[in-house]
C-alpha cells in the first residue's frame, strides 16, 4: 500500500519546496510543475500532428441581427457550436470574408433549394431562418433558426473537416 503524507499534514513537518512524500520520498513543487507542463506540451503535440478526427454533435445557428438597423452589427449571421468535453464554436460569416468554405459545408448539408455559392448565401440564411424558427425569448429578441448536426473536426477543435445531417 502506498502512503502519501502531504505538505498540509498537521502532524508531519515538511522542508520548504516539497509538496508531499510517497513512501518516503519527497516530490517537490518544482517537480509537480514540470509534469504538468511536459503533459501539456504533449497533449499539444498530438493535437498539432494526429490525423485522427472526433465527431461532436453541433447546432448551426443562423440569426437575423437587424433588431437595431443603424448598428455596425446589423445583419444575418450563422455560428455553428459544438461540445463535448470541450466548447467548440466556428463563426461561418463574421467579421471574416463573408462565403467562407464553412458556409458552403452548411450550405451543402442542408440545401434548401439553393446551391452552394456566395450570392445565394444571404436568401439561404432567410430561408433557414423561416425554416428551423425558434421562437424569440425575452433574453434574446432575434428572430433565429436552429438545427443539430454531426461536425468532423481535428482534435482539440482547431479546424472543421466536414459536417453531416444529424438523422
Not at 513512501?23 to 518544482?30: A, Q
Not at 448551426?60 to 470541450?86: E, P
Request: proline share 7%.
Amino acid at each position: 500500500m502506498t502512503m502519501i503524507i502531504s505538505a498540509s499534514s498537521i502532524f508531519f513537518n515538511l522542508p520548504p519546496g516539497v509538496a508531499y512524500l510517497i513512501d518516503g520520498k519527497p516530490v517537490t513543487y518544482k517537480e509537480l510543475g514540470e509534469r504538468k507542463r511536459n503533459k501539456q506540451r504533449e497533449s499539444l503535440e498530438w493535437k498539432r500532428r494526429s490525423k485522427k478526427q472526433i465527431k461532436i454533435p453541433v447546432v448551426i445557428w443562423v440569426f437575423d441581427n437587424d433588431i437595431n438597423k443603424h448598428s455596425f452589427f446589423a445583419g444575418r449571421y450563422t455560428y455553428i457550436y459544438g461540445r463535448d468535453q470541450r466548447r467548440y464554436e466556428w463563426a461561418v460569416n463574421f467579421r471574416q470574408s463573408y462565403f467562407t468554405r464553412y458556409a458552403k459545408m452548411v450550405m451543402s448539408i442542408f440545401p434548401m433549394g439553393f446551391l452552394p455559392m456566395p450570392e445565394n448565401f444571404d436568401d439561404w440564411m432567410k430561408l433557414f431562418i423561416k425554416t428551423y424558427f425558434i421562437k424569440p425569448t425575452k433574453k434574446d429578441p432575434r428572430p433565429c433558426g436552429k438545427q443539430f448536426a454531426w461536425a468532423w473536426c481535428s482534435p482539440g477543435g482547431i479546424d472543421l473537416i466536414k459536417l453531416e445531417p444529424r438523422q
